[in-house]
């Protein structure tokens, strides 16, 4: 599975942003998504993660409430929907991939896009 995150942009406090996530390759509608951040001189963290049939959902505390994530399996792509955009959101997002149920561990995933940026001026 090869996967290319997309959507990245500099945005204002309080903005919204869409970030997608588009996948090649086969049955992908086979697989757990997760999308991560990394800001700078941090280390990698989870956002939020959707399950292979997009029935389960599960969010990092930090952007409960904000962000969505979802997936169209027809098109072979997850979306996260971020509002309500804050400067510690400031960071490069990742989308990753793994068989089987979704994990908050970036370890546990197999498969990773290449990042795309979101900056949040204050």
């Known amino acids: 599975v090869q996967l290319q995150a997309s959507g990245g942009g500099l945005v204002q406090v309080g903005d919204s942003l869409r970030l997608s996530c588009a996948a090649s390759g086969r049955l992908f509608s086979s697989y757990a998504v997760g999308w991560f951040r990394q800001a700078p001189g941090k280390e990698r963290e989870f956002v939020a993660a959707i399950s292979a049939s997009g029935g389960t959902t599960y969010y990092a505390d930090s952007v409960k409430g904000r962000f969505t994530i979802s997936r169209d399996n027809a098109k072979d792509t997850v979306s996260l929907q971020m509002n309500s955009l804050k400067p510690e959101d400031t960071a490069v997002y990742y989308c990753?991939?793994?068989?089987?149920?979704?994990?908050?561990?970036?370890?546990?995933?197999?498969?990773w896009g290449q990042g795309t940026l979101v900056t949040v001026s204050s």
């Open positions: 990753a991939a793994k068989r089987a149920g979704i994990s908050s561990s970036p370890l546990a995933y197999d498969y």
